[in-house]
C-alpha cells in the first residue's frame, strides 16, 4: 500500500476556513467601491482567487451568503463566485460623482460577521416578541440579509456559533443554517449527544484528560484503546467478521497545530498546501464534510491502486485527529465499497467534543 497519509497530515499544517451552509434565499446589495472603481468576481474567496469578472460601482449583486472571512458567495448568471462584503452596501448608492468616495464606515453586518466564534454546540429555544409570535431565521447576522424561514414560539435550534448579537444556528427538520437574534431565544436545558439510532453504539475516548471524544461505531464494530503513549491514543475500531474492513483511529497532541482550536479555523492557504501535499504522494479524491456539531472533517480516499484506503481527519485543540479505514486482509477485493466507505465516514459524522471541567 502506497504511504499512509498520516506521515503527510504530520508533516504539513493545514486547514479550512468554515463556510456557511448555502441557503436558497438570496439578497440584493450594490457595489460601493472607493474612487468608483470596480468590484473584482473571484472563483475562491480569497485574494489569490482567479478574476473572473468585475461589477460595476452601483451594480446589484445577488448575495447567497455572507462569510466570516470578510466575503460573499454570489450568484452571478447562476455561477457561485465570491467579491470582497466590505464594497457592498443593502441600497443602491448615488452615481459616482469623480470626487474621492470615501469608503463605507463598517456596516452592522460586517462588524457581526467579524465577531464570529465557533463555539461548543448547545440548543436553544425560539421565544419571540409578544404579538409577532414568530422569529426570523436570516442567512446573515443582520436584519438587512435575506430571511430563510421564520420560526415559531418553541422552536428548537442547535446553535454552532455566535456574533455579538446573533447565534449561527441549524434547524435539525430542515437541514438549513442560519442566524438568529439573540434576544429573541433562550437557552435549553437539552445537552447535545450524538445521535443512536440503534443500529450505531456510542463509541468515547477519554483524551488524556482534555476532552472526551464521542461518535457513532458502524454496526458489528467495537472500540476499543489498544494503547495510550504519552499525549497520544491510538484505538482500534474492530469486529469479528475477519472479511470486514479494518479502521484504526489515532489522537495524537502536535506542536503544529497547539494554536488551533479547531480545523474549521485554519486558512485556505494551509489547505491547498495540504491537497497538494496528498496528490504529490498517492492519487486521492478529497472532499470535506461538516459534522452535526459544526465540525469540518477532511476526507482523502485513495484511487486507482489494488489496495484502497480511506482517511478522515481534523483538529480539535491541538490534537491532530485521524481515522484510517482499509479492506480486510482476508478479502479478496482489496477495494473499499461505496457504502464501506459511507460506513468509514458515517463513524465520524456525529463526532462530539466534551469539554472536561479540571
Do not use: H
Not at 45 to 56: D, E, I, L, Q
Not at 205 to 221: I, K
Not at 241 to 249: A, G, S, T, V
Not at 340 to 345: D, E, G, K, L, W
Request: hydrophobic share 40%; net charge neutral; aromatic share 10%.
Amino acid at each position: 500500500m502506497k504511504k499512509t497519509l498520516s506521515v503527510v497530515l504530520a508533516a504539513v499544517l493545514f486547514a479550512a476556513l468554515l463556510l456557511p451552509a448555502v441557503s436558497s434565499a438570496e439578497s440584493t446589495w450594490y457595489v460601493y467601491t472607493l474612487d468608483g472603481k470596480t468590484l473584482n468576481v473571484r472563483d475562491e474567496p480569497s485574494t489569490g482567487g482567479r478574476v473572473v469578472a468585475k461589477y460595476n460601482y452601483g451594480d446589484p449583486v445577488q448575495v447567497i451568503s455572507f462569510m466570516a472571512n470578510g466575503w460573499a458567495m454570489v450568484n452571478r448568471n447562476g455561477v457561485v463566485y465570491y467579491v470582497s462584503s466590505r464594497y457592498l452596501v443593502d441600497s443602491k448608492p448615488a452615481p459616482y460623482s469623480g470626487n474621492t468616495t470615501p469608503a463605507p464606515a463598517m456596516s452592522t453586518l460586517e462588524a457581526e460577521l467579524a465577531s464570529e466564534r465557533t463555539v461548543e454546540p448547545f440548543y436553544i429555544i425560539v421565544r419571540p416578541a409578544r404579538l409577532t409570535g414568530w422569529v426570523n431565521f436570516r442567512v446573515g447576522p443582520a436584519s438587512s440579509t435575506a430571511r430563510i424561514d421564520t420560526l415559531n414560539d418553541g422552536k428548537e435550534l442547535k446553535v454552532i456559533g455566535e456574533t455579538t448579537s446573533w447565534y449561527k444556528a441549524v434547524d435539525a427538520v430542515t437541514n438549513k443554517t442560519g442566524y438568529i437574534s439573540k434576544g429573541y431565544v433562550e437557552r435549553s436545558a437539552r445537552r447535545v449527544t450524538p445521535a443512536n439510532d440503534g443500529k450505531t453504539q456510542m463509541g468515547t475516548l477519554n483524551v488524556n484528560g482534555e476532552f472526551t471524544l464521542q461518535c457513532s461505531v458502524p454496526a458489528g464494530y467495537d472500540l476499543q484503546v489498544v494503547n495510550v503513549r504519552g499525549s497520544s491514543v491510538v484505538a482500534s475500531v474492530t469486529s469479528g467478521d475477519l472479511m470486514k474492513p479494518r479502521m484504526y483511529m489515532s489522537i495524537a497532541f502536535d506542536e503544529m497545530y497547539s494554536g488551533v482550536g479547531r480545523m474549521n479555523d485554519m486558512t485556505e492557504e494551509e489547505l491547498k498546501t495540504l491537497e497538494n501535499s496528498f496528490r504529490r504522494m498517492n492519487d486521492v479524491e478529497i472532499e470535506y464534510r461538516q459534522t452535526t456539531y459544526g465540525t469540518k472533517l477532511l476526507v482523502a480516499r485513495e484511487v486507482g491502486s489494488d489496495t484502497d484506503f480511506v482517511d478522515i481527519m481534523t483538529v480539535y485543540k491541538g490534537y491532530m485527529i485521524e481515522f484510517n479505514m482499509t479492506p480486510s486482509p482476508q478479502a479478496a477485493e482489496q477495494r473499499l465499497t461505496d457504502s464501506q466507505v459511507a460506513a468509514c465516514i458515517q463513524f465520524l459524522s456525529d463526532l462530539d467534543f466534551v469539554p472536561v471541567n479540571k
